[in-house]
Nanobody, 120 residues
Framework: VQLQASGGGLVQAGGSLRLSCAAS????????IGWFRQVPGKEREGVTC????????VYADSVKGRFTLSRDRAKNTVYLQMDSLKPEDTAVYYC??????????????WGQGTQVTVSS
């Protein structure tokens, strides 16, 4: 089982980044895929999740209207488009998979993190 996150980097406030999470080793279509983020010294925060059944998406209030999550089932990949980035979005972002999930409350598999840094 592997979740490969990529796309992080350094961007100025107001800019955009697109994160990717490529999945392998499990039945991608059976899993909800979510993104979480963590800043050193703080608890991990759920950012967004796309359901396994119908690709319904949910977002944390802090990112609504700025982030968009999508899934490409042919490529076993989800994409997190992050626009209008703010310095407070700076964190390590992790993707995770939850079988038959809708809200990614309890992921079964985690990927490695990718650093997102937003400068002011």
């Amino acid at each position: 089982v592997q979740l490969q996150a990529s796309g992080g980097g350094l961007v100025q406030a107001g800019g955009s980044l697109r994160l990717s999470c490529a999945a392998s080793g499990f039945t991608f279509d059976d899993y909800a895929i979510g993104w979480f983020r963590q800043v050193p010294g703080k608890e991990r925060e759920g950012v967004t999740c796309i359901s396994s059944s119908d690709d319904t998406t949910v977002y944390a209030d802090s990112v609504k209207g700025r982030f968009t999550l999508s899934r490409d089932r042919a490529k076993n990949t989800v994409y997190l488009q992050m626009d209008s980035l703010k310095p407070e979005d700076t964190a390590v972002y992790y993707c995770a998979a939850e079988r038959w999930g809708h809200l990614c409350f309890s992921p079964d598999h985690w990927g490695q993190g990718t650093q997102v840094t937003v400068s002011s």
